[in-house]
C-alpha cells in the first residue's frame, strides 16, 4: 500500500543535513583560501592539531599552510574545483570525507623556471565536530593523475587583454571587496512578488 504522506524527518537527520552543509563550505573554503593565498581562510579549515598528508609535504596542518604560503604568495595561478563529495558520519562528532579535485597550478619553480601542471586526485579527510563547528583532523591527499604542461610564454596582461579584473592573492582579490559591505536595511518592495508593475 502507497503512502499518501511524506514522513517526517527526524532530529538526527535535519542534524546531518545542517552538518553536511557545515563539511561543504569548509572545503570550498579552503579552495578559496589555497588559491588567494589566504592564510586566514586555511587556518579556519583545519583544526590547530590537524595533520596533513599532502604530497612531498607530510606534518601539522599549520606546517603545511606555511609551506603553501611561501609558494602561492609569489602570485602564481591557482585553481582549485571540486567534485564527487561523499560524506559518511562515524558519528555525530566525526566523519570520513572523499573530495575529488582538480587543480591547475602554474608558478615559479625553485630553479627560476616557470611550471604549470594539471593535479586531479581526491582529499580523504576525517573531519571532527567540535563545540559545533566542523573542520579537518587528518587530511591525506590521493593523486589520481599528473600532468605538465608548457606554461604560456606572453604575460597576463598580453592574455587576458580587456577580460578584467583578474584573480588576485589576498587581499586584492575582487572577491573581497564583496565582502566589506554591509547588507541593506531597507528592502525597496518588489513589483514583481506584490503583483504590481513599475510604469
Request: aromatic share 10%.
Amino acid at each position: 500500500m502507497f503512502r499518501t504522506s511524506i514522513e517526517p524527518m527526524n532530529q538526527t537527520s535535519i542534524t546531518q543535513l545542517f552538518d553536511r552543509e557545515a563539511i561543504r563550505d569548509c572545503l570550498y573554503r579552503y579552495c578559496r583560501g589555497i588559491d588567494r593565498a589566504d592564510e586566514a581562510a586555511l587556518r579556519s579549515c583545519y583544526w590547530p592539531d590537524a595533520r596533513d598528508n599532502h604530497g612531498s609535504y607530510s606534518g601539522s596542518a599549520g606546517g603545511f599552510i606555511q609551506f603553501a604560503l611561501s609558494h602561492f604568495k609569489t602570485q602564481p595561478r591557482n585553481i582549485h574545483q571540486l567534485a564527487n563529495i561523499m560524506i559518511e558520519f562515524l558519528g555525530p562528532a566525526e566523519a570520513v570525507v572523499e573530495s575529488y579535485f582538480t587543480a591547475l597550478q602554474r608558478g615559479p619553480h625553485e630553479s627560476g623556471e616557470m611550471k604549470q601542471v594539471l593535479l586531479c586526485g581526491r582529499y580523504c579527510d576525517l573531519f571532527q565536530k567540535r563545540e559545533g563547528e566542523w573542520r579537518i583532523a587528518e587530511r591525506t591527499v590521493v593523486y589520481d593523475w599528473i600532468e605538465e604542461q608548457r606554461p604560456p610564454t606572453s604575460s597576463e596582461t598580453e592574455r587576458f587583454g580587456l577580460r578584467q579584473p583578474i584573480g588576485a592573492p589576498y587581499p586584492n582579490d575582487p572577491v573581497y571587496e564583496l565582502s566589506k559591505r554591509t547588507p541593506r536595511k531597507n528592502h525597496s518592495k518588489n513589483p514583481i512578488a506584490s503583483g504590481e508593475e513599475e510604469l
